[in-house]
């Protein structure tokens, strides 16, 4: 089952899933309001009266929470992907996959 994943990986799946989440985000109420309130936020940030310091602490710490939530959502659309394989597996739907949990 981690092979077929790798390969799907491998084959452009992350294109396919920026495509396919992107477009159900853009078409989200909720997704939409909290990026206005995202830009709302990030020009309060850059008018704030900071030292370099602080401010290279901040972004670098709002830098890693991007990364780390980005990566975060990358593994759980994997999880839905495997969990989807794994069930039409036990379903006999897809035949030649070992169905592993």
Wanted: glycine share 4%; aromatic share 6%; with cysteine.
């Amino acid at each position: 089952m981690n092979k077929l994943i790798q390969d799907l990986i491998e084959k452009g799946m992350g294109n396919f899933m920026d495509r396919s989440r992107d477009a159900l985000a853009w078409a989200d109420e909720i997704y939409l309001n909290d990026i206005k309130d995202e830009n709302e936020l990030a020009q309060r940030y850059e008018n704030l009266d900071l030292t370099k310091v602080q401010r290279k602490v901040i972004n670098d710490y709002m830098a890693c929470a991007t990364t780390v939530n980005h990566r975060y959502a990358d593994i759980s659309y994997m999880c839905g992907i495997k969990d989807t394989v794994i069930i039409l597996v036990s379903l006999g739907l897809i035949r030649g996959v070992e169905a592993e949990e």
